[in-house]
């Protein structure tokens, strides 16, 4: 198993422009998310999904789309890229939400500069 | 306001020897988790606590949670140069299990040979 895959692993924006953050799963996972990471904030959830056609916002959506079209995948999109969306990018997988049997798996991240 | 504190924020320790990072939160947590990040890497799941007064341990790693579910220490017993990188605590403080994890700002440990 590849587990979490995250591409690309770097990418430089210029401001307005928009993108596409890939993450795939081989594990069969239910449950995705998606976290930024920034210096003294400790990571922060984007958006999440509980399963293929479910999807909800998390702590700080504003400036991303997400959908969840398969089990395996879970893209992020930034429409309009803005320098705040400068970050580090994890993808996160679990079976269910059960905090017991089923812990986070996190793929490698993407490191995002929007000039 | 970051709602999980993490301290210390850095720490470097001479191999072989003992560390504690602790993770404080202010309200009653329904579980708490251990991650290590190396630089650039994603994370690696480490211990899950979810009961009062619960401790784990993995090799020389150990976990702790309060008897309140307030607060998470983690313990490193001689410690190794693999034992290097970020320790962050996550914890679920609304009964959603995996699906709103709140998480601290990490402790960067460093081992000195």
């Known amino acids: 198993n590849a587990g979490v895959t995250q591409t690309p692993k770097f990418q430089v924006l210029k401001t307005g422009q928009s993108m596409t953050l890939q993450c795939a799963q081989d594990m069969n996972h239910e449950y995705m998310s998606w976290y930024r990471q920034d210096p003294g904030m400790g990571l922060r959830l984007i958006h999440y999904?509980?399963?293929?056609?479910?999807?909800d916002q998390g702590e700080v959506p504003n400036g991303y789309n997400v959908s969840r079209s398969t089990t395996e995948d879970f893209p992020l999109r930034l429409l309009s890229a803005a320098p705040s969306q400068t970050s580090v990018y994890f993808c996160?997988?679990?079976?269910?939400?059960?905090?017991?049997?089923?812990?986070?798996?996190f793929g490698n991240g993407t490191r995002l500069t929007v000039t | 306001s970051q709602e999980l504190e993490q301290s210390p924020q850095s720490l470097i320790v001479q191999e072989g020897k003992n560390l504690t990072i602790n993770c404080t939160s202010s309200?009653?947590?329904?579980?708490l988790y251990w991650y290590k990040q190396k630089y650039g890497e994603g994370l690696i799941f480490l211990m899950m606590?979810?009961?009062?007064?619960e401790e784990k341990s993995h090799e020389k790693i150990t976990a702790k949670l309060d008897e309140k579910k307030q607060q998470s220490s983690l313990h490193i017993t001689a410690s190794q140069p693999s034992h290097a990188g970020t320790y962050l605590c996550g914890a679920d403080k609304s009964n959603f299990g995996n699906e709103k994890l709140t998480f601290g700002t990490g402790t960067r440990l460093t081992i000195i040979p």
């Open positions: 999904s509980v399963g293929a056609g479910i999807t």
């Open positions: 996160a997988s679990s079976y269910t939400r059960d905090r017991v049997n089923s812990p986070l798996h």
């Open positions: 606590l979810q009961k009062g007064g």
């Open positions: 309200k009653t947590l329904y579980g």
